[in-house]
């Protein structure tokens, strides 16, 4: 006979991020009988925008797990159940040997086979017929819904214009490889990207109406000038598109912006960016060359009025100084929407930021 514990708290599921409703309860890390102190993480849930590490804020014996791994819960939803040190709790019973024997290897999780991913954020991939014409359901991770839902919003709010612009980037690649060389810089990665966004920030400075969000407000729609700039980068990981924000960007030197853009990488790549490191963003950058494309008509993140697509940079035939040269070329394009900015200020901003990678001494000069 188990004896009902007494003095039992319940942990509802928080709201983690601004505005979170609901979360998926991805893997648990204590069962009913374990011991836990607070601040011991217990729980993996899935928001809309980030797998988050939630730490219980009882110390006791769990007594029961309210939800199981794989279910979606509101969020003020009793999850577990932590009795009181020392009470008794009930056991799990065990599963008979006969039936675990039974399980096929198509009833295990799956294996994760890359390091830092767990099973869970594996796509659990479902047979839908079998036979000619296969076809194979995919179960739809949160992220990607969250994805679809917010470049819906944003494609059928906000009017996007997109520009182009042709850069030739030769002096930009020979400045990344000084930079390289400096012991400022001996611990991190510099790519161009660090320039690029370098060159954004400058452009922002210089023209601060592209840092801005439209708000609809009773008495009326109201543009915000942003006076710091949340720079999103935009991730592709194994569970989708992510948009990672270095905060205050504006105020970092080189050096911490190429060490922002290496920490908001390894967080994006293992999964661990949390809910905060995705909102509030300003204005962003997505680099679609590191996929071998020259350039695309970037989506704007909703609540911001810009974004910087950076294509691959290629060996390109280029009149530089009078005579044909081969040099590093690569397109920018820069969607905005024209609520807030305006052709003119859209073509001035794309063609700051051109300008400052054809030569990087413009940064300096302009900052």
């Known amino acids: 006979m188990v004896t009902p514990v007494t003095d039992t708290n319940l942990f509802k599921l928080p709201d983690v991020g601004e505005g979170l409703t ?120 949160r992220p990607r819904k969250a994805t679809a839902a917010a470049m819906t919003d944003s494609a059928f709010t906000a009017p996007h214009v997109t520009e182009f612009l042709q850069v030739d980037v030769t ?17 991190v990665k510099v790519s161009p990207l660090l320039l690029v966004a370098r060159a954004l920030l400058t452009a922002v400075a210089r023209h601060p109406m592209v840092n801005a969000t439209w708000e609809d407000a009773p008495s009326g729609a109201e543009i915000v000038v942003k006076r710091y700039v949340n720079l999103g980068i935009a991730a592709a990981t194994d569970r989708g598109l992510i948009v990672p924000k270095i905060k205050e960007a ?9 060490r922002a853009l290496n ?20 204005i962003t950058i997505t680099n679609v060359g590191v996929f071998g494309v020259d350039t695309g008509t970037p989506i704007i993140t909703p609540g911001e009025a810009a974004i910087l697509a950076f294509g691959q940079i290629r060996d390109m035939p280029w009149v530089h100084e009078g005579e044909l040269a081969v040099r590093k070329v690569t397109t920018l394009a820069l969607s905005f929407d024209h609520r807030m900015v305006d052709g003119e200020l859209g073509s001035r901003v794309l063609r700051d930021v051109g300008d400052m990678l054809e030569d990087p001494l413009r940064m300096l000069a302009w900052s």
């Open 250 to 258: 504006q105020d970092l030197d080189l050096p911490g912006l190429a």
């Open 22 to 141: 609901e979360a998926e309860i991805v893997k648990w890390h204590v069962q009913p009988g374990d011991t836990v102190e607070i601040n011991q993480t217990i729980v993996e849930i899935e928001t809309a925008k980030a797998i988050v590490e939630l730490p219980c804020p009882f110390e006791g014996v769990v007594a029961e797990l309210l939800v199981s791994e794989g279910e979606t819960v509101d969020v003020g939803t009793p999850i577990i159940a932590v009795g009181a040190a020392g009470g008794a709790v009930a056991t799990p019973v065990s599963e008979p040997p006969a039936q675990a024997a039974a399980l096929s290897e198509t009833d295990a999780v799956p294996t994760a086979d890359e390091p830092g991913m767990t099973a869970p954020d594996k796509p659990k991939r479902t047979p839908v017929l079998v036979g000619y014409g296969v076809k194979e359901g995919t179960t739809r991770r």
């Open 171 to 187: 002096r930009t690649m020979e400045a990344v490889k000084r930079i390289r060389e400096l012991p400022e810089f001996a611990d």
């Open 263 to 282: 920490d908001l990488a390894a967080k994006a790549r293992a999964g661990k960016a949390s809910p905060a490191d995705l909102s509030d963003g300003t």
